[in-house]
């Protein structure tokens, strides 16, 4: 039986079912994963558009053709611990990805690729096609091909509470690996990252996620079936206590910087909030999740997609997401990243 699985991902929606798909059947094998992603090399270009930017926004460069990878990779393994799964991550830079993906492959020791076929709907379906392809015919290993299409709004919507659940299991995942790791002489100070970590908990998990969740997911559940009101009912009281730990966080890691404790209570108290938040995602995504699926109409998934993927209520407002997606990127890229080939 497979025990070591290679599974290539990209910056695509589907990548998120595909996560999901191959952690749940490496789950099931009792293997691990090696997630894999290969970039452009658009570093060699002297013009163009990466030229442009690189000469006119280094910093979008960087986080374009670097930290983007290290972003991905970041979430898919945060899919993987939420279930147990062991895991790690490497990431190279060819413009022959399918090349790089059965050297990664043979690197790492994997006795079977998992990847998705993205279809020929358009011509970058084409071109990923191309390459699934070239990996079945060179592999020479067993590539178990998982075929993706457009995904109906249920599968949109939970996809992305899904990643927004692996965001901030990665940011948890960075903040333990930066307290368990001694400051080097050039590393960025690490006050200004924790604060950082602490403001992205409150300004999107806090302020953004769990009202979304409740005003729209559970909302709709409690309107369809009272058979889930009690787990509806803890979320939401964990969602209150949640703010609260929050708070105990902030206060823990400025006791720290003032000189009072020792990183060592940071990290105490970092666990804590991590174990808490972990049973609470499990809960989610093991029990509300699934009874969503199963009592709510085509109808109620069309306005949740709408509103988590486009953030429609003005309470929220147009700029969040990119904001959310700037403050998660420079957090995971700070604290850690995966190896790089």
Same mark, same amino acid.
């Given at each position: 039986?497979y025990?070591h %699985? %290679?599974?290539?991902?990209?910056?695509t929606?589907?990548s998120?079912?595909?996560?999901?798909n191959?952690?749940?059947?490496?789950r099931?094998l009792?293997?691990?994963?090696t997630f894999f992603?290969a970039?452009p090399?658009?570093?060699?270009?002297?013009?163009?558009d990466?030229?442009?930017?690189?000469?006119?926004?280094?910093?979008?460069y960087d +986080?374009a +053709?670097?930290?983007?990878a290290?972003?991905?990779?970041?979430k898919?393994e945060s899919?993987?611990?939420?279930?147990? &799964?062991?895991c790690d991550s490497?990431t190279?830079?060819?413009?022959?990805p +399918?090349r790089?993906?059965?050297?990664?492959?043979?690197?790492a020791?994997?006795?079977?690729?998992y990847?998705a076929?993205?279809?020929?709907r358009s011509? $970058?379906?084409?071109m990923l096609?191309?390459q699934?392809?070239?990996v079945?015919?060179?592999?020479?290993?067993?590539v178990?091909?998982?075929?993706?299409?457009?995904p109906?709004?249920?599968?949109?919507?939970?996809?992305?509470?899904r990643?927004?659940?692996?965001?901030?299991a990665?940011?948890?995942?960075?903040?333990?690996?930066? %307290?368990?790791?001694e400051?080097?002489p050039?590393?960025?100070?690490?006050d200004?990252?924790?604060?950082?970590?602490?403001?992205y908990i409150?300004?999107?998990p806090?302020?953004l996620?769990?009202?979304?969740? /409740? /005003?729209y997911?559970?909302?709709?559940?409690? /309107?369809?079936?009272s058979r889930?009101?009690?787990?509806l009912d803890?979320?939401?009281?964990q969602?209150?206590?949640?703010?609260?730990?929050?708070?105990e966080?902030?206060?823990?890691? /400025?006791r720290?910087?003032?000189g009072e404790t020792d990183?060592?209570a940071?990290?105490?108290a &970092?666990?804590?909030y991590?174990?808490f938040?972990w049973?609470?995602m499990?809960r989610?995504?093991?029990? $509300? %999740?699934p009874a969503?699926?199963? +009592?709510?109409?085509?109808?109620d998934w069309?306005e949740?997609?709408?509103?988590?993927?486009e953030?429609g209520?003005?309470?929220?407002?147009g700029d969040?997401d990119a904001?959310?997606?700037?403050?998660?990127?420079?957090i995971?890229?700070?604290?850690s990243?995966p190896?790089t080939?």
């Amino acid at each position: 039986m497979y025990r070591h %699985l %290679l599974v290539p991902i990209d910056g695509t929606d589907l990548s998120t079912e595909t996560i999901s798909n191959a952690v749940e059947l490496a789950r099931t094998l009792g293997a691990r994963i090696t997630f894999f992603h290969a970039q452009p090399n658009h570093a060699a270009a002297f013009s163009g558009d990466a030229e442009i930017v690189r000469l006119t926004s280094p910093a979008d460069y960087d +986080y374009a +053709y670097q930290g983007r990878a290290r972003e991905l990779l970041a979430k898919a393994e945060s899919a993987a611990r939420a279930l147990g &799964v062991p895991c790690d991550s490497s990431t190279t830079v060819s413009d022959s990805p +399918y090349r790089a993906i059965i050297a990664a492959a043979q690197d790492a020791g994997c006795d079977l690729i998992y990847m998705a076929s993205h279809g020929r709907r358009s011509s $970058i379906g084409m071109m990923l096609g191309s390459q699934t392809l070239k990996v079945l015919v060179n592999a020479g290993m067993p590539v178990l091909v998982a075929a993706t299409t457009n995904p109906p709004a249920t599968s949109q919507a939970i996809g992305i509470i899904r990643d927004e659940h692996r965001s901030l299991a990665a940011v948890l995942h960075a903040w333990l690996h930066l %307290l368990g790791t001694e400051q080097g002489p050039h590393d960025p100070p690490r006050d200004a990252r924790m604060r950082a970590m602490i403001h992205y908990i409150k300004a999107f998990p806090l302020a953004l996620h769990h009202p979304k969740e /409740e /005003e729209y997911l559970f909302r709709k559940l409690r /309107e369809r079936t009272s058979r889930c009101n009690a787990e509806l009912d803890e979320l939401e009281r964990q969602h209150e206590r949640d703010m609260q730990l929050v708070d105990e966080l902030a206060a823990a890691v /400025e006791r720290h910087l003032a000189g009072e404790t020792d990183v060592a209570a940071v990290k105490d108290a &970092v666990s804590r909030y991590a174990l808490f938040i972990w049973e609470h995602m499990g809960r989610e995504e093991g029990v $509300i %999740l699934p009874a969503a699926q199963r +009592y709510l109409t085509p109808a109620d998934w069309d306005e949740i997609n709408a509103v988590f993927s486009e953030n429609g209520d003005p309470r929220f407002g147009g700029d969040t997401d990119a904001e959310f997606k700037r403050l998660f990127s420079r957090i995971v890229n700070l604290a850690s990243s995966p190896d790089t080939k």
